[in-house]
């Protein structure tokens, strides 16, 4: 199920997106704050059977979304 998959998507927009902050995760994923962060810190409840997968693979998000996310970070001062 969907949901099920949200946190091996999660964790593979952590890994290579790391510039992404929790709150844009959160949305793009349509997830939790506490939920990005727990797998951020790996203190998530089943973070040691995560499996990383890409959400554009899973169908969670599309590549636009995932690239529009990215260009937001860009256009902020200082980065």
């Known amino acids: ?4 998959e949200k946190p091996s998507a ?10 992404l902050t929790d709150g844009q995760i959160a949305r793009l994923m349509r997830s939790t704050n506490p939920t990005v962060k727990s797998i951020r ?6 973070y040691s ?21 990215l260009a937001k970070v860009q256009r902020k001062p200082g980065k």
């Open 1 to 4: 199920t969907q949901r099920s």
């Open 10 to 19: 999660v964790l593979w927009i952590l890994k290579n997106y790391p510039e």
């Open 49 to 69: 059977m995560i499996q990383i997968q890409s959400p554009i693979v899973l169908g969670l998000v599309s590549e636009s979304a995932v690239h529009d996310a």
């Open 41 to 46: 810190e790996k203190t998530h409840k089943s």
